[in-house]
C-alpha cells in the first residue's frame, strides 16, 4: 500500500506562485510514474502533469509553459511549481502514483494511488 500525502495549497493572487508537494510512503517510489491532477467545484477530475519513471515529464496543455513538475527519488517526493497562476486554476489538486505504465495516463482509471488533495484558489 502507497500512501500520498499532498501539502503547499493556499490562496494566490493571480499572477503569482505555489508550489505543491507529495510525499509517498512505499521502498519502490522511483519506479512509479507520478502524477498531478486537478479538479474544480462542479467539474471532473483532470490530468496535470505526469513525472515519469524515466525521468521525462508532461504537461496538460492549459498550463504548459507555467507549471514544471519534479521528484527527488531519495526523499520520496514530487513536486508541482505553479507560475503565472490564473483564476482558472482553482482547484483541488490531487497527486496520483501509477506503479506501471498505461497508455490511459491522463485518465484516473490509469492510477493505483491518490492523495487526500490539497486545495488551490487563485484571486483575480
Known amino acids: 500500500q502507497v500512501q500520498l500525502v499532498e501539502s503547499g495549497g493556499g490562496l494566490v493572487q493571480a499572477g503569482g506562485s505555489l508550489r505543491l508537494s507529495c510525499a509517498a510512503s512505499g521502498r519502490t517510489f522511483s519506479s512509479y510514474n507520478m502524477a498531478w491532477f486537478r479538479q474544480a467545484p462542479g467539474k471532473e477530475r483532470d490530468f496535470v502533469a505526469i513525472s515519469w519513471s524515466g525521468g521525462r515529464a508532461e504537461f496538460a496543455g492549459s498550463v504548459k509553459g507555467r507549471f514544471t513538475i519534479s521528484r527527488d527519488n531519495a526523499k520520496n517526493t514530487v513536486s508541482l511549481q505553479m507560475n503565472s497562476l490564473k483564476p482558472e486554476d482553482t482547484a483541488v489538486y490531487y497527486c496520483?502514483?501509477?506503479?506501471?505504465?498505461?497508455?490511459?495516463?491522463?485518465?484516473?482509471?490509469?492510477?493505483?494511488?491518490w492523495g487526500q488533495g490539497t486545495q488551490v484558489t487563485v484571486s483575480s
Open positions: 496520483a502514483a501509477a506503479t506501471a505504465t498505461r497508455a490511459n495516463y491522463r485518465l484516473m482509471s490509469a492510477y493505483d494511488y
